[in-house]
């Protein structure tokens, strides 16, 4: 499972850390798990709201199976984040463009609305910030009262700490839940629960 991280100014920090965290012991156990940032146009660098800097390798997707997206700066007045990011619109554009049979597009907290933004959730179950919750609705999506929402070629998580949830299951998903269960125990975290699977019709929405 190879696993690119988007970044881009503003993004929240745990956000992309508790998946990278997750997804990096996964790879050291040696659970055929890959990860790394990216970002499109390559820049040099990125910085988390709460100024972390990040270097991101190469805009590369057609190298990956899973491309996650992380929220934050999604509030009016934030500056950088989610809002600027819709605003600019390249960066929806290249998640659109990214699109493939084969490759499963991810989001954290408010990533959800850069999906919406590239048109990638309209009519898909899905889920968010609760804060954002209205607006997914608004962009075309079908919110999901769960912290994991798995509709196949899209994955969605809830807010900020839902993230180490989302990663857990895509360890479980594609390497078995004897790989997540080492994970986790190795993190000293459970993930946590409602998981919502396409399967599960009956889901709280």
């Known amino acids: 499972m190879r696993v ?10 745990l956000d992309v850390v508790g998946p ?19 970002a499109p146009g390559d820049p040099s660098h990125a910085t988390t709201r709460g100024g ?7 805009w ?7 491309l996650i997206v992380p929220g934050g700066g999604y509030a009016p007045g934030e500056g ?6 819709i605003a600019d619109g390249r960066l929806p554009a290249a998640l659109a463009d990214a699109v493939r049979p084969d490759l499963v597009l991810a989001s954290v907290c408010t990533g959800a609305l850069l999906l919406a933004a590239a048109g990638l959730v309209t009519g898909r179950p899905c889920t968010t910030h609760h804060r954002a919750a209205g607006d997914l609705v608004a962009a075309g999506g079908v919110h999901v009262n769960a912290r994991v929402v798995d509709d196949g070629d899209l994955v969605t998580a809830g807010g900020v700490t839902s993230g180490l949830d989302l990663a857990l299951w895509l360890v479980e998903r594609f390497r078995g839940p004897e790989a997540s269960g080492m994970v986790q125990r190795a ?4 993930r946590r629960e409602p998981l919502w699977l396409r399967a599960d019709e009956g889901a709280e929405k």
């Open 4 to 13: 690119h991280i988007v970044v881009f100014d503003g993004m929240d920090d």
């Open 52 to 58: 972390l800097p990040l270097y991101p390798g190469p």
């Open 80 to 85: 950088a984040g989610v809002r600027a990011e």
């Open 60 to 66: 590369a997707p057609q190298d990956a199976d899973v």
């Open 20 to 38: 990278f965290a997750v997804l990096g012991m996964a790879a050291r156990a040696g659970l055929g798990v890959s990860v790394g940032l990216t």
């Open 187 to 190: 993190m000293e975290y459970e």
